[in-house]
């Protein structure tokens, strides 16, 4: 993987500037004069809504693959090889395909999305992503009925992830999603974020992200997309069926048993901010709300 | 020579302690301040109990006073 190097990166103050910038010009012609000029203030805004820096997006990483720290992502996963890269989407489908890297990039446009990632663990950041929606990927294979469950397969190759070589959790990685859920234009295959490639502690070279769900639902280094009848067992399903459900959806009114989920500490704010309320499915409730109407969210969190 | 050698020590050992106030003041702690600061403290606890159990074998191996003079 190419090394990016520090003065590469755009300052994260100027990304934000060019952001509110964007955001202005729909706003109203007006409001460009003052958004333009350099380094205007963004005190004024959410912090919860800032965009989280480069540094911390790329060093405080929950990859089990290359080990249980934050930081262990980071420093093992520097030499992991992501080409070639092959992805086969199969199962439940007409005609499986599979896909290399190379024809991925060349089939789908990658835009940029900015979500917020809630974790499980209780924290969150707002990560300028760069991807396509899923459903425009399953739109290359033709479903059959019984098509009702995706499962997503990540790599597993113990020569170069160390954290597989333990039985932290039943590998290779898997997680799964209800097809509605990944047919929802939210649900994002993820092939970079702050407009370069993903680096690999990231997830490289591709991931789904599923903004309304604990980022454990968003598999990383994916190889395989299955077709599936039954609901999958998910690994986090299998290593602790009390503490991780399948939906795992967002939610501040559902604890984990052994902690509450009803705020979030924001990765970057200064030890003095407090934590914030985490908000019914990330805060995307007015798009996924209407995927469980009906459904009791304690019993089938 | 002795005299300002005393309160030139004391001012250097304080310098963790400003690196770290700095840190908290200037959002430099880090993903994780709580864990930034607990093992900042911890870690320079450490070196300096080290550092002033070091001094009486010091004494005896260089056969100097000069480590116990304070």
């Not at chain 1, 479903?143 to 954290?163: I, N, R």
């Amino acid at each position: 993987m190419k090394k990016i190097k520090y003065s590469e990166i755009t300052p994260e103050k100027i990304y934000n500037n060019r952001r509110s910038f964007i955001k202005s010009i729909s706003i109203g012609a007006s409001s460009i004069a003052l958004s333009s000029l350099p380094f205007t203030s963004t005190a004024a805004s959410d912090k919860k809504n800032n965009i989280t820096s480069y540094k911390d997006i790329t060093t405080y990483n929950n990859y089990y693959e290359f080990g249980t720290s934050k930081g262990d992502p980071y420093k093992n996963s520097q030499n992991f090889k992501t080409n070639p890269w092959n992805i086969s989407i199969e199962g439940e489908v007409e005609k499986p395909i599979s896909l290399s890297m190379e024809e991925i990039t060349e089939m789908f446009l990658s835009e940029e999305r900015v979500y917020r990632l809630r974790c499980v663990e209780g924290w969150s950041m707002v990560i300028p992503w760069m991807g396509f929606s899923l459903s425009e990927l399953l739109s290359k294979v033709v479903l059959t009925s019984k098509a009702k469950f995706v499962e997503f397969e990540s790599v597993y190759d113990p020569d170069q992830m160390k954290g597989q070589r333990y039985p932290v959790l039943k590998w290779p990685y898997v997680e799964g999603l209800r097809i509605d859920e990944a047919m929802h234009p939210l649900t994002t295959i993820v092939t970079g974020l702050y407009n370069k490639e993903l680096p690999n502690q990231n997830g490289a070279p591709l991931r789904i992200f599923i903004p309304w769900k604990y980022g454990f639902k968003s598999a990383k280094a994916i190889v395989k997309i299955k077709l599936v009848e039954k609901m999958p067992t998910s690994s986090w399903m299998r290593a602790s069926p009390r503490e991780y459900g399948f939906y795992s959806n967002v939610n501040p009114n559902v604890d984990h048993p052994r902690w509450s989920q009803a705020t979030e500490r924001v990765i970057g704010n200064d030890i003095f901010a407090p934590r914030v309320k985490t908000l019914m499915f990330n805060g995307y409730e007015e798009e996924v709300a209407n995927l469980y109407t009906g459904m009791d969210l304690k019993k089938y969190f | 020579m002795k005299k300002y050698l005393k309160p030139c020590v004391f001012i250097f050992s304080l310098i963790p302690l400003l690196i770290i106030t700095y840190k908290i003041f200037f959002n430099q702690l880090g993903p994780e301040p709580v864990k930034e600061i607990t093992h900042h403290t911890g870690e320079w606890t450490l070196i300096f109990i080290v550092l002033t159990l070091s001094m009486t074998p010091l004494k005896r191996i260089t056969k100097s006073n000069i480590w116990i003079s304070f």
